[in-house]
């Protein structure tokens, strides 16, 4: 829904409305895309965890997966997170720990 209400189309731009991590990862084995974006990062879930999206349990398991994933198959992988009032990442600080880069993009 949202690339249809950007008017975004193209035949090399694939979008997956998925918050469950392991049906994302079966879509990226599936189609073996270069790059992956995951928005965002703190709504994503693996069910066989107990926590809530977002608590530090599912974000690290999620995001050691997924950068698992990226580090084995070569797949660029970014993942785009809240950030506060403040200016910091939103949730735990532990996402900034298991990436290799954060950027900061202000508008």
Request: with cysteine; glycine share 8%.
């Amino acid at each position: 829904m949202r690339a249809t209400r950007l008017g975004v189309s193209s035949p090399n731009l694939l979008v997956l409305a998925e918050t469950n991590v392991e049906r994302i990862i079966q879509q990226i084995h599936k189609v073996g895309p270069a790059v992956v974006i995951v928005d965002s990062i703190q709504m994503i879930y693996k069910p066989t965890l107990p926590a809530a999206p977002g608590s530090v349990t599912q974000l690290r398991d999620c995001c050691m997966d997924l950068v698992y994933l990226a580090k084995s198959s070569g797949i660029a992988m970014l993942f785009v997170g809240h950030v506060t009032k403040e200016g910091t990442l939103a949730g735990p600080k532990i996402i900034e720990h298991i990436v290799d880069t954060v950027v900061y993009f202000e508008g």
